[in-house]
């Protein structure tokens, strides 16, 4: 059984190591979620009414309540401030139901990385659409913005697990690789070197409906959730 990370974590400053050959990242926590302690470990960071819960005894469950358009809960795995950009990657499995048969086609479940109250990267899916977007949130008040988008029947409808991922390294410089694939499928590789590109430290897992409206009754669930820094780190 892989070791799980519940308590707060502070990655040390080997977050910011210089720029070396990037391998495949190794993960630093791991959430399987076959105790209560692992879902306490994700706290609530957005949305107005949500509910967190213990679902099957294996997973993490997200509900959306009431005039609620998503919501969004971080892991306990918070990055050393001395990195002017941290490198963090998130993955995991996720399936997303509830809501209004028109709701249905709007919702989605996703991941993020660089997260803070103003900013940060993000990859959904709204697989009853057979939909991902990937969303950058700049730093300041200017809100998320809708990158890149696409479509594709590598991503199961909502009743069945997405693996999900993305991360954003910078290796100690100011250009950031953001890289995302759902299923194994590559959708993302960017760069930026934005002076307003997104300075988090937290990353989380979200679930809600596409747009402003409301996602009342949407549920995403989650299980298998890595959080990843580069290796050699």
Not at 148 to 164: A, E, L, M, T
Not at 182 to 207: C, M, Y
Request: charged residues 15%; aromatic residues 6%.
């Amino acid at each position: 059984m892989r070791t799980k990370l519940t308590a707060l974590v502070v990655l040390g400053a080997a977050l910011a190591a210089g720029a070396v050959a990037e391998a495949a990242p190794i993960p630093v926590a791991s959430y399987q979620f076959q105790s209560q302690d692992d879902v306490n470990a994700f706290q609530k960071v957005g949305g107005a009414t949500c509910k967190r819960k213990w679902v099957a005894n294996q997973a993490l469950g997200i509900g959306v309540g009431d005039n609620t358009n998503s919501c969004t809960y971080r892991s306990s795995v918070i990055a050393d401030s001395s990195a002017t950009y941290s490198d963090l990657g998130m993955t995991g499995t996720a399936t997303v139901g509830g809501g209004t048969p028109k709701l249905q086609k709007k919702s989605f479940v996703g991941v993020g990385v660089r997260y803070s109250s103003s900013a940060g990267y993000f990859l959904r899916v709204l697989p009853n659409s057979h939909k991902w977007q990937y969303l950058r949130d700049p730093m300041g008040a200017a809100g998320p913005k809708l990158e890149q988008s696409g479509s594709g029947s590598f991503i199961k409808v909502g009743s069945k697990p997405n693996q999900i991922a993305i991360r954003a390294f910078a290796l100690g410089g100011t250009t950031t690789s953001v890289i995302a694939s759902v299923n194994g499928h590559g959708v993302v590789s960017a760069t930026d070197s934005a002076a307003d590109q997104p300075d988090g430290r937290q990353t989380v897992v979200t679930a809600g409906a596409k747009g402003s409206g409301a996602g009342t009754g949407i549920s995403g669930v989650f299980d298998d959730v890595l959080v990843q820094v580069p290796n050699p780190f």
